[in-house]
Structure formats: structure tokens, C-alpha cells
């Protein structure tokens, strides 16, 4: 599986974006995916999972309620939808992917064997 992200950019605080992952295999045969990011001198963090049947679903603390993910897997695509960005969500954040059918969604960087390349999310004050 190779992912490709997207949907990056410069915008202000309190914007809105919507990153898209593309998978160039099926993802609808039982892979978990997600997004993480990091931010300049920082370590990288989870964002936001969903398991392989979509009935689940996890997000970090600092954007739950403003970040959506969501996927679809008859265009093995997966998306994340960012409201009232702020500058402290600044990064490049990956889209990742995991074979596995668990039930819940992990948040260990060490679980998804697939990465993609990233996309620069910058936010101004």
C-alpha cells in the first residue's frame, strides 16, 4: 500500500482544511488508517484514526471537536476534515495505514507499517 496526502496549506487561524489521503491499494480489506503530525522540534503525534470498518474511530485531545476523519473505501481514500485550525496545529502531517481488523483504533505511531509522504499544514495567527 502506498499512500499519497494532500490537501495542505497556508491558511489562518480559524480556517478550515480538508486533507486527503489516496491508497494506491484497497484499503478496504481490513486496514486501519489515520493521520499523525509533527511540528517543527517536536515529536511526532498522533492525530486521528479509524478503524478498518470505519465503526470506530479516535482522536487526540487537542482536536477533538474541530477535526473529522472519515473514509471511503470504494475510492481507498481517507480524509480529514479541520475546523477552527490554530497555530499550534502547524505541521506536516501523515496519512497512515495499518493491516489489522481491531476493533479500536491505535494511537502508537510503532502500529502502522504504511506511510505516506506528507503534507505541510501552516497556520497563521
Known amino acids: 500500500v502506498q499512500l499519497q496526502a494532500s490537501g495542505g496549506g497556508l491558511v489562518q487561524a480559524g480556517d478550515s482544511l480538508r486533507l486527503s489521503c489516496a491508497a494506491s491499494g484497497r484499503i478496504n480489506g481490513g486496514y486501519a488508517v489515520g493521520w499523525f503530525r509533527r511540528a517543527p522540534g517536536k515529536e511526532r503525534e498522533f492525530v486521528s484514526g479509524?478503524?478498518?470498518?470505519?465503526?470506530?474511530?479516535a482522536y487526540a485531545d487537542s482536536v477533538k471537536g474541530r477535526f473529522t476523519i472519515s473514509r471511503d473505501n470504494t475510492n481507498n481514500s481517507v480524509y480529514l476534515q479541520m475546523n477552527n485550525l490554530k497555530p499550534e496545529d502547524t505541521a506536516v502531517y501523515y496519512c497512515?495505514?495499518?493491516?489489522?481488523?481491531?476493533?479500536?483504533?491505535?494511537?502508537?505511531?510503532?502500529?502502522?507499517?504504511?506511510w505516506g509522504q506528507g503534507t505541510q499544514v501552516t497556520v497563521s495567527s
Open positions: 497512515v495505514a495499518a493491516l489489522n481488523r481491531l476493533s479500536w483504533v491505535s494511537s502508537e505511531a510503532t502500529r502502522y507499517r504504511y
Open positions: 479509524i478503524n478498518w470498518s470505519g465503526g470506530s474511530t
